[in-house]
């Protein structure tokens, strides 16, 4: 069974630079054939595919979010994490790691494993 943990602070102020870490166990994100993606939730909005790293670590990111982001990864860790520049109100959301074998993941159903999500809000 996979499971995804996301990681990172509760809180960040504008402007400033937003850093979640997603830790895998019970698979590694080595393995063949999978995307490991970012995916938020903005307070009443729909789910909005932010980026991916895949297996061999070739990254891929939205257009819209392109110039703000930048994912990476910890192999020894199994971690990969997300880094969002220059903040602000609008990027408040819950922010959840997922696994899939595609992107971009628009739906709960296109990642067979996500993890629980994490809340960021940002507000000075």
């Known amino acids: 069974q996979v499971q995804l943990q996301e990681s990172g602070p509760g809180l960040v102020k504008p402007s400033q630079t937003l850093s979640l870490t997603c830790t895998v166990s019970?698979?590694?994100?080595?393995?063949?054939?999978?995307?490991w993606s970012w995916i938020r939730q903005p307070p009443g909005k729909g789910l909005e595919w932010m980026g991916a790293i895949d297996y061999r670590g070739s990254t891929y990111s939205s257009l819209s979010l392109k110039s703000r982001t930048s994912i990476s990864r910890d192999t020894s860790k199994n971690q990969f994490t997300l880094q969002l520049r220059s903040v602000t109100p609008e990027d408040t959301a819950v922010y959840y790691c997922?696994?899939?074998?595609?992107?971009?993941?628009?739906?709960?159903?296109?990642?067979?494993?996500w993890g629980k999500g994490t809340q960021v809000t940002v507000s000075s």
């Open positions: 019970g698979g590694s994100i080595t393995t063949n054939s999978y995307y």
């Open positions: 997922a696994r899939a074998r595609s992107i971009p993941i628009v739906t709960k159903a296109a990642a067979d494993y």
